[in-house]
């Protein structure tokens, strides 16, 4: 089968990090544009894509496959509609869009157009996560009595310059770093009961929050930071324990059990992301049986409602 070709949007850190992942298998990387027109250069230059100026021209040409968007979150929304409107299917990076009318313009739209819209959150194409995922909801650890996950990095370090730390590119722990434990919840259990926020705001973005989903029976504790360096996941049953250390990008689990151990493994890697989106955007499916647009949307309604609680407002909204 040809080669996938992508048009990138966006050639920041992440852009870099998924363009040598994908460069191992049967993708290319055809298209390039970014405000930063060195960067741009820089990174059309070592992929040998085509460089594009305007990115209206580029969504016009013919000379690609799908989208991927990689651009701070205060733009995902923006340029997920450019693409959509000229009929591009898109892979669009985490968090897809920053509020609920955002995401849902989006959705929307790729239903009207009936072209392909999915959220990048790399964790749900993953086998080990699917694998742990068919445990839980099959009983293998008995009923689930409590869920812990922690995240955080020394975020607070990074140039104040860096659109992590920046309010007006929707910075913050939350929106990117936080979505991943909600999202691994959300995918397990489904949409919580309640949802608790209580968190640090400084300078116009969440530093660090203590979230609570609560379900029937059990809640799920999440606590994240852009301080300190920390990821673990603990789902705990009736009948056994479920161990995740880096639980958004692992590579195996443990599960205990009747004094016994068990350790499962499995690839979480950009490549079989984007080899996964390809196959469905090829299949002509408009949204991705992997992270589909409900999931996409009921992430972000948790988002919401944990800044609604935090009196957190960007300044574009």
């Known amino acids: 089968m040809d080669d996938f070709r992508w048009a990138y949007i966006g050639c920041g850190s992440i852009a870099r990090k998924t363009a040598k992942d994908i460069s191992r298998g049967s993708h290319r990387i055809t298209a390039v544009y970014s405000r930063n027109p060195q960067k741009a250069a820089d990174f059309a230059g070592k992929y040998g894509s085509r460089l594009f100026e305007n990115v209206d021209e580029m969504l016009a040409s013919d000379c690609f496959d799908g989208v ?134 400084k300078s116009g973005i969440d530093i660090a929050e203590k979230i609570i989903l609560g379900y029937d029976g059990f809640d799920c504790t999440l606590k994240v930071s852009l301080r300190n360096l920390r990821e673990s996941c603990v789902i705990k049953g009736a009948n056994g324990t479920i161990s995740v250390p880096s639980f958004y990008a692992a590579g195996s689990a443990q599960i205990k059990k009747g004094g016994k151990a068990e350790t499962i493994r499995g690839v979480t890697d950009y490549l079989t992301e984007f080899t996964r989106a390809a196959q469905e955007i090829r299949q002509g499916r408009t949204e991705s049986a992997y992270v589909p647009h409900s999931f996409t949307r009921q992430c972000v309604m948790i988002a919401d409602e944990c800044r609604r609680q935090m009196n957190l407002k960007y300044p574009f909204e």
Not at 89 to 107: G, Q, T
Request: overall charge neutral; charged content about 20%.
């Open 68 to 201: 991927y968007i990689a651009t701070p979150h205060s733009s995902h929304c923006a340029y997920s509609i450019k693409a959509l409107e000229a009929g591009k299917s898109v892979l669009c990076e985490k968090p897809a869009a920053v509020n609920l009318k955002e995401i849902d313009s989006v959705i929307d739209l790729s239903q009207k157009n009936g072209v392909y819209f999915c959220e990048a959150m790399w964790t749900w194409f993953s086998d080990l996560a699917l694998g742990i995922r068919e445990r839980v909801s099959g009983g293998d650890i008995g009923a689930v009595k409590s869920v812990k996950i922690e995240y955080a990095f020394p975020g607070v370090l990074m140039s104040r310059d860096s659109r992590l730390l920046m309010p007006e590119t929707a910075g913050g722990a939350l929106l990117d770093i936080g979505v991943y434990p909600i999202a691994y919840c959300l995918s397990l259990f489904g949409f919580p009961q309640t949802v608790t926020c209580r968190g640090k705001v």
